[in-house]
């Protein structure tokens, strides 16, 4: 891990604005568009759930690859910032999602201090 700073564009791929910072200091990105995978699953079980109120039957799924790669090529100095499901499944050096949010009393996210990246 590098304490190297560097500047960057960020390029808010999700469908509403981001705000990235910290609670005295954030900064809005508008969005440019939305990323929607071409997503399937395939059920690998069904499991009984049990709480107190009773039991559920629910199937456990798991992500499978779609056809295409919908974010747009690697560019130096940008960061895309996508949907966490996006970036994990994408898996690049570029692709980040929001982290370590902080939500207001009625559970909006206000903003996000950090970015995560899936490797």
Request: charged share 30%.
């Amino acid at each position: 891990m590098s304490n190297e700073r560097r500047v960057v564009r960020i390029v808010n791929l999700t469908d509403h604005p981001l705000r990235l910072g910290t609670e005295a200091n954030n900064l809005r990105f508008r969005s440019s568009g939305k990323i929607r995978l071409d997503t399937h699953y395939r059920v690998d079980e069904r499991v009984v759930v049990e709480s107190e109120d009773g039991t559920v039957t629910v199937p456990i799924l798991t992500l499978t690859p779609g056809d295409d790669d919908p974010v747009p090529d690697p560019e130096d100095g940008v960061l895309y910032v996508v949907s966490g499901l996006v970036a994990g499944r994408v898996r690049r050096a570029d692709v980040v999602s929001p982290a370590r949010q902080y939500k207001d009393e009625n559970g909006k996210i206000r903003f996000a201090s950090a970015l995560l990246r899936y490797e």
